[in-house]
């Protein structure tokens, strides 16, 4: 087979990973890809919302499955696009369609269908500029801290959450009439705080059945012990250690079956992953957000524990067969430590060339945002690279990890020393 990933991350240099050990692949392509997807396949450089672009590579590679992770060519409609050209509708697109894609666009979107379902969530109400004063009057009734959350994409940084009522009201505004966060903060959803540890649990469907996939735990703040401003993550562990029996049956009752059963009634057509941010709160599980796709760098501990063929794993997807498959975990833990330019999450360098790729020993690098130039690996992001160990528990594989990560040298490189402090 001839697939084609999109993206450029971290979490696109792990499928392409994990796709390249199966002996059903013939050619990989992932467009564009970093420094690191160019080794198990061949990087395309055009853009992921171009898909005039996307339908020449499928044609001219002859594309037979297409690996959408992304958000937005997702939330834009991509798989749409394919199943309404004719040279391309016979080509199965893993990603939902637009209207699948709206749970992540539109957090709205999302809780009225969580509310529809009796998917259990945080209380909540939305508001727009027209009804701000209504939205000051909703925080005044509310206990701190205050959690706002803009509606639509806002890269991973729309989420604020304040002890402070006259922050909070400032943020409103800032966000509603001052536009934030451009259109994406036309509708603000304000809601509870939910008082808990939180973690990602990952599904796959072919829009009838479905595979729990392992679980995981990110840590999303640029500062030790949780602090400071929101990233795109900084680490990862797989399983969660917390997740017991017991709580993973509430978290399949209680919410993965309404989810995929909800999108049925809803005659919403789902192929692909949904990822559910979930909050711990006393013994239960609620949901935080539902996401399109999977996780990043959540992807590089939940992969490397998977040992199914991916591409049979994707076909049974494409083929609505996904029954037909036992899920294949690694018992063993995974964790992965992102390394990340000076500066980030806020302004940093790009071009910083990255040595000590070679030396790494009993870990995977997962490159991020990296490009080569003049044959040399240089930065290209804000998180730049992800090495991810396994252990026979959290522990022992961050300390592979570690060791590890002082190999990697670039200038202005920064990482987090205490992933796994709260467990």
């Known amino acids: 087979m001839n697939i084609l990933i999109l993206g450029s991350g971290g979490r696109e240099h792990a499928f392409a990973w994990k796709l390249s050990q199966s002996n059903k692949l013939n050619n990989l392509y992932i467009a564009p890809g970093n420094a690191g997807t160019a080794h198990p396949g061949e990087n395309i450089p055009i853009s992921i919302t171009n898909f005039l672009e996307i339908k020449n590579v499928v044609i001219d590679k002859e594309v037979d499955l297409v690996v959408v992770d992304p958000e937005d060519p997702l939330v834009n409609g991509v798989h749409d696009f394919f199943l309404e050209d004719s040279d391309l509708k016979n080509v199965p697109v893993i990603g939902p369609q637009k209207l699948a894609a709206t749970p992540e666009g539109s957090k709205e979107f999302a809780k009225e269908f969580m509310m529809r379902h009796q998917i259990?969530?945080?209380?909540?109400?939305?508001?727009?500029?027209?009804?701000?004063?209504?939205?000051?009057?909703?925080?005044?009734?509310?206990?701190?801290?205050?959690?706002?959350?803009?509606?639509?994409?806002?890269?991973?940084?729309?989420?604020?959450?304040?002890?402070?009522?006259?922050?909070?009201?400032?943020?409103?505004k800032s966000m509603l009439v001052d536009a934030k966060f451009g259109n994406a903060s036309t509708t603000v959803i304000i809601e509870e705080f939910l008082d808990g540890i939180e973690l990602s649990v990952f599904v796959l469907t072919d829009g009838e059945n479905y595979k729990i996939l392992p679980t995981a735990k990110d840590y999303k703040r640029i500062g030790e012990g949780d602090t400071g401003l929101n990233t795109g993550g900084m680490g990862a562990i797989s399983p969660v250690p917390f997740a017991?029996?017991?709580f993973m049956g509430k978290i399949q009752e209680r919410i993965v079956k309404p989810t995929v059963e909800g999108l049925k009634k809803d005659n919403i057509p789902y192929k692909g992953f949904i990822f559910i941010g979930l909050i711990k709160v006393g013994d239960d599980p609620k949901v935080i957000e539902y996401n399109v796709r999977m996780g990043d760098p959540e992807t590089e501990v939940v992969l490397p524990r998977i040992q199914n063929d991916f591409v049979d794993l994707m076909n049974?997807?494409?083929?609505?067969?996904?029954?037909?498959?036992?899920?294949?975990?690694?018992?063993?833990?995974?964790?992965?430590?992102?390394?990340?330019?000076?500066?980030?999450?806020?302004?940093?360098?790009?071009?910083?060339?990255i040595t000590g790729i070679e030396a790494i020993e009993d870990s995977i690098v997962f490159h991020a945002g990296t490009t080569l130039k003049d044959g040399r690996v240089v930065t290209n992001g804000g998180r730049v690279m992800a090495i991810t160990s396994y252990g026979t528990n959290f522990k022992e594989a961050l300390k592979t990890c570690y060791k590890n990560v002082e190999k990697i040298k670039f200038d202005g490189i920064k990482y987090r020393s205490d992933i796994g402090f709260d467990l």
Do not use: C, H
């Open 244 to 246: 017991d029996g017991a």
């Open 316 to 353: 049974a997807v494409a083929q609505n067969k996904l029954n037909e498959v036992e899920l294949n975990i690694d018992e063993r833990t995974a964790t992965t430590i992102m390394t990340v330019s000076g500066g980030y999450p806020e302004a940093y360098e790009k071009g910083k060339e």
């Open 120 to 172: 259990p969530t945080a209380q909540y109400q939305s508001f727009t500029s027209e009804t701000i004063e209504e939205g000051y009057q909703f925080l005044n009734s509310l206990e701190p801290p205050y959690v706002l959350k803009a509606d639509g994409l806002a890269a991973g940084k729309g989420v604020v959450i304040l002890n402070s009522l006259e922050e909070a009201k400032a943020e409103l």
